[in-house]
């Protein structure tokens, strides 16, 4: 019987949650599901797709919506999605569901069933996104508010990694 096209936010969340149900319940990922995962995480360590890569535009398309997922779920979410949608469900659901899927998944996150999601998301982690040696952490002196300009990029292919950099001084306009 083939499946139902899904065409709205909620129908979408409601799938992604009843598979994160049956992912608890059966403990492991099926091997098509542990491809999706794996294409998901390579395609986020490297930034997005190759240019040789088929179906580029698709594999942009699908890159962005995961990283917005990451940004928002963490890589929970980003496992959730891999095995529960994949490239071509993600292109195929339409711009204002790709904007609004992670927002809504984030509001009913307390349905996503989370404990292997996240044991899943922890190993691909390990696997794409290994430490670097060479971390390390330095702390800026505390500002007082309205005096600095803090600015976060996200690194990308180090697990959702950020680092912040504080700018002082006066700011002119120059004319």
């Given at each position: 019987?083939?499946q139902?096209?899904l065409?709205?936010?909620?129908?979408?969340?409601?799938?992604l949650i009843?598979?994160s149900?049956?992912l608890?319940?059966?403990?492991e990922?099926k091997?098509a599901?542990?491809?999706r995962?794996?294409?998901?995480?390579?395609?986020?360590?490297?930034g997005?797709?190759l240019p040789?890569?088929k179906?580029l535009?698709n594999?942009?398309?699908y890159?962005?919506?995961?990283?917005?997922?990451?940004?928002?779920l963490?890589?929970?979410?980003v496992?959730l999605?891999a095995?529960g949608?994949?490239?071509?469900?993600?292109?195929?659901?339409?711009?204002q569901?790709?904007v609004d899927?992670?927002?809504?998944l984030?509001?009913?996150?307390?349905?996503?069933a989370?404990?292997?999601l996240?044991n899943?998301?922890?190993?691909?982690?390990?696997?794409f996104?290994?430490?670097s040696?060479s971390q390390?952490t330095?702390?800026?002196?505390?500002?007082?508010?309205?005096d600095?300009?803090?600015?976060?990029v996200r690194?990308?292919?180090h697990?959702g990694?950020?680092?912040?950099s504080?700018?002082?001084?006066?700011a002119?306009?120059l004319t």
């Open positions: 019987m083939p139902k096209k065409t709205s936010v909620k129908g979408y969340a409601n799938k009843n598979v149900k049956t608890k319940n059966r403990m990922l091997p599901e542990e491809q995962v794996s294409e998901a995480f390579a395609l986020l360590a490297a997005g797709p040789s890569a179906a535009m594999k942009r398309i890159v962005k919506f995961l990283q917005r997922v990451e940004k928002i963490g890589l929970m979410g496992v999605c095995v949608l994949g490239v071509s469900a993600v292109v195929s659901m339409g711009e569901c790709r899927l992670p927002h809504k984030k509001k009913r996150e307390e349905e996503i989370q404990g292997d996240q899943i998301a922890n190993t691909y982690s390990t696997k996104f290994p430490p040696n390390a330095t702390t800026a002196p505390a500002l007082k508010e309205n600095h300009f803090a600015l976060s690194l990308a292919g697990g990694m950020t680092a912040t504080q700018f002082t001084g006066d002119y306009k």
